[in-house]
């Protein structure tokens, strides 16, 4: 059963441009998790989907930042016009639908805004 | 509001020595979840250990232990015989439990350093 995989691992992106950040779950899982590590600090939770919906954005800049998580295919965590205190790691997690505290991780997206 | 303390920002210690990691959480839930997890300088996140609120037995796997005192809204972890490979950053995460989201609350992390 593969992991949660996430692409690109590394993406450098000059000011201004959009980043898009990918998530597949796990094989099964229907919840995905957004967190955010700035350099030097722990990870700050971003967002929560299912399937189509948007459950919890608490964590979202209100401007600039985006995530969906598509009937079919991967999640993505969309940042437009990326500005230097971007560059972060953004780990995205996946769970069953019954047991959303039991989250495996992805490997990361660093994220180099230069 | 949920919130997680990491107090000890670095730990050295010699290789073979035993360590414990503090943290110290607070929480209005009754029931909830804690958690370790392991950052090593790869950057990818492992996941070390998993308890509920309502179990405070402590637990012993291998070379790690830890300690949950809920009274004190404490959960401690140890490493006994410190090996040069635990070097990483140790995070401790607290979820609540049945809620509308089970986002993971993290603290800023103990960045252990074995020598060797």
């Known amino acids: 059963n593969a992991g949660v995989m996430q692409n690109p691992r590394h993406l450098v992106r000059r000011r201004g441009q959009e980043a898009r950040l990918r998530c597949s779950p796990m094989k099964g899982h229907s919840h995905v998790y957004w967190y955010r590590q700035l350099p030097e600090e722990g990870l700050k939770f971003m967002v929560y989907?299912?399937?189509?919906?948007?459950?919890?954005e608490s964590g979202m800049p209100k401007e600039r930042f985006s995530a969906e998580f598509p009937k079919e295919g991967p999640s993505i965590l969309r940042i437009q016009q990326v500005v230097r205190g971007d560059s972060a790691a953004y780990f995205c997690a996946s769970s069953p639908r019954d047991r959303g505290w039991e989250q495996y991780f992805g490997p990361g997206t660093r994220l180099t805004v230069t | 509001a949920q919130k997680v303390t990491q107090a000890q920002t670095e730990i050295s210690v010699v290789e073979k020595e035993d360590v414990t990691l503090d943290c110290v959480y607070e929480t209005r839930d009754t029931t909830y979840y804690l958690f370790w997890y392991k950052q090593p300088p790869s950057g990818e996140l492992v996941f070390l250990i998993r308890?509920?609120?309502?179990?405070?037995q402590n637990e012993i796997s291998g070379r790690y232990s830890w300690n949950f005192q809920k009274s004190t809204s404490s959960v401690n972890f140890t490493i006994t015989a410190s090996q040069v490979v635990d070097s990483a950053v140790y995070f401790c995460?607290?979820?609540?439990?049945?809620?509308?989201?089970?986002?993971?609350?993290f603290g800023t992390g103990t960045l252990l350093a074995v020598q060797p």
């Open positions: 995460a607290l979820s609540e439990w049945g809620g509308a989201t089970n986002k993971l609350i």
């Open positions: 308890r509920n609120s309502f179990d405070e």
């Open positions: 989907l299912q399937k189509e919906n948007i459950i919890d």
